[in-house]
RNA sequence: GGAGAGGUGGCUGAGCGGCUGAAAGCGCCCGCCUGCUAAGCGGGUAUAGGGUUUAUAGCUCUAUCGAGGGUUCGAAUCCCUCCCUCUCCGCCA
């Protein structure tokens, strides 16, 4: 959430971050003249109120002096009523205003690329060898379905398209990549692993950024009022929500596998072959809680966390910084990891690697105490997949096929998986 | 699902209609004291918003004792609803 002290002082850089975004600027003179009419209410409500303390507290005074209060009693239940009609005017005001900041999307760090799509997105590095896959190469759906690695007609059986059910080599391959990847990220980076809920609340997710604006992506239990998590993200975020930590703890990392849920709408249609978007999947999620002044180096270090998992698996990807219009509601900086998918003939996005600074934990009311100053402050939240297991799937067979229809694992995952390769039936 | 207990500041924990933004302790900050450390002594220390202001300094007003309603001139304190935590019972992987 961008503070409204900021929209006030600045409103230009939050118009300029609205148009960035691809929204609309006039929701800051919205909010501005909302504003205006909450602090004018405010003045008029308060200057009663303080009316109203003074004379109480005059009438303790007189009852216990044991003379007659009546007439300012009688004063005060008139006034009373006023307070009571304009604090409910007040409230419905800032309820208007405040729901039009929530609607605010994150300011862009001026870092990033100005752009309104994918195709403005800015290369950063890449690494490994791009192959050209031989004339009976298979894709990744071919290659699940023939080496019985994922049942999709079953999965579709049991719930609908799009909810893929693994079998066999499939599943503990599955298994494999998830221990390996949470291996890695607690022993040799440090993050604490969490196996967390899978449904969130409503405000949860409002801390996040998910709500108001994305409920339709979500799945919703309609009996609880709760979501399906579409990422690890939203309990991890949420595990401090209304704390306020140590400086010292700082940065608190967290690592979670959890299974993701999206409803993808308005995708309908889209890459619906094998495994490339999904409305269930797995993925292992880094979350870390920074001190403000790192946040930035600390989105390096968690990209370089992400990048490790590829590496080590010998697959070769790239990295690219979003522009403005390609970045997400909540977040300010962001790095997709692309993993190349050799017959699918594409560049699979499997991480995104975002700063939110404050936005998050603004929402959910996460601050810290700083030393320097003695004041609380917030912490910067980010967060970044280290990665979503389908298309690191998908990238992993397509590389790693054989002419003879096998397909070689990478050594790093061989006693994860129990194998060195997945034959052919 | 049933019965009971409870939710107060960074933490522990008093308060149970006005003198309580809130005792006490811990923690933290400043100072004093003592070869150093430990201990001791004195003082300070909530958050958000409005107004004033060059000011994120001061001053001042308002709000906040789980959330939302109600009673009252006045509510942390009384009443109602909801949420959460704990204990016991039931059910269940």
Known sequence: MI????????PDRIRAALADKGESPALVESILEQDRAVRALLGEVEGLKAQRNTVSQEIGRQKRAGSDAAENIAAMAALADRVKALDKRLQEQQAALELDLLQVPNAPHPSTPAGSTAADNR?????????????????????????????????????????????????????????????????????????????????????????????????RVGQDDLFLIPTAEVPLTNLHRGQVLEEAALPLKYVAASACFRREAGSYGKDTRG??????????????????????????????????????????YRVVELCRGDLSFAAAKCYDLELHAPVTG???????????????????HIRFRRSDTGKLDYPHTLNGSGVATPRLLAALLENGQQPDGSVRLPAALQSYFGAEVIEPL
């Open 3 to 10: 503070p409204l002290k900021v929209i006030r002082q600045e």
């Open 123 to 219: 290369a950063v590095s890449s690494w490994g060898e791009v192959t050209q896959p031989g004339p009976e190469a298979k894709d990744q759906h071919d290659l699940l379905v023939d080496l019985a690695l994922v049942d999709f007609a079953a999965g579709a059986r049991i719930t609908g398209q799009g909810f893929p059910l693994y079998t066999g080599r499939g599943a503990k391959l599955e298994r494999a990549l998830l221990n390996f990847m949470l291996d890695l990220q607690t022993a040799e980076h440090g993050y604490l692993e969490v196996l967390p809920p899978l449904l969130a609340s409503r405000a949860s997710t409002l801390t996040t950024g998910q709500l108001p604006k994305l409920e339709e992506d979500m799945y």
């Open 275 to 316: 495994l490339l978007r999904v409305h269930q999947f797995n993925k292992v999620e880094l979350v870390k809680f920074v001190h403000p002044d790192h946040s930035y180096d600390e989105l390096e270090s968690l990209r370089e966390d992400a990048e490790t998992v590829l590496r080590r698996l010998g697959l070769p």
């Open 346 to 364: 594409r560049w699979l996005e499997v991480s995104s690697c975002s700063n939110f600074e404050a936005f998050q934990t603004r929402r959910g």
